[in-house]
């Protein structure tokens, strides 16, 4: 998140323009660990879920599907909850802020809901539920629907659409880190 003010920025020759200048704002500690859990848990479960589809049987593929599914669902929980506390402690605002930041975080925070639920509908219709010996996840869809193909399919499609919205934000964040003057603002 970053809030513009402008700085005149003089080039030789030419008259000076004001140009936005970007500073870095401080989000509060449970917001800094909410994101880098649900960092951690993105990246286990993603690669999890790729790696175990490419193996696809034995015991390595059985468990990396079982750690697939228990992070998709703590993932699940995790935003769930970063939801709340965001929603009991909002960011302050900026006035200048780009639109772009507040409409990357929707779409992430919706992208990361959807994937675990397409990914829980879809073993669900298709049985497979159980994470490991004697856990299994409550079934959210009715099992032998025949749908299980098409959710799974989803499940993976904007899985690969997160991974893509995980790069904007790392480049967005990388940006206005390296285009700003280093001072911060508080909030989140």
């Not at 809030?3 to 704002?25: C, I, K, R, W, Y």
């Not at 697939?68 to 769930?80: E, M, N, P, R, S």
């Amino acid at each position: 998140m970053t809030s513009a003010t402008t700085a005149q920025q003089a080039v030789p020759g030419e008259p000076a323009h004001p140009a936005p200048v970007f500073t870095l704002q401080r989000y509060r500690m449970p917001a800094k660990v909410f994101h880098w859990l649900t960092a951690a848990l993105v990246l286990v479960m993603v690669s999890s879920g790729v790696i175990a589809k490419q193996i696809w049987e034995g015991a390595l593929a059985d468990t990396l599907f079982s750690l697939h599914k228990l992070t998709g669902v703590t993932t699940l929980a995790l935003v769930l909850l970063r939801l709340c506390y965001r929603l009991l402690r909002p960011l302050q605002q900026s006035g200048n802020r780009p639109r772009s930041r507040p409409l990357l975080h929707l779409t992430l925070y919706a992208v990361i809901i959807a994937v675990p639920l397409l990914g829980w509908a879809g073993v669900s219709d298709g049985g497979g539920r159980e994470i490991f010996h004697g856990f299994s996840l409550p079934s959210i869809w009715p099992e032998g629907a025949g749908y299980e193909a098409i959710l799974l399919h989803f499940h993976a499609y904007i899985a690969f659409g997160l991974l893509t919205l995980v790069a904007l934000h790392i480049g967005v964040a990388m940006h206005d880190y390296m285009t700003n003057d280093h001072g911060a603002t508080s909030g989140g």
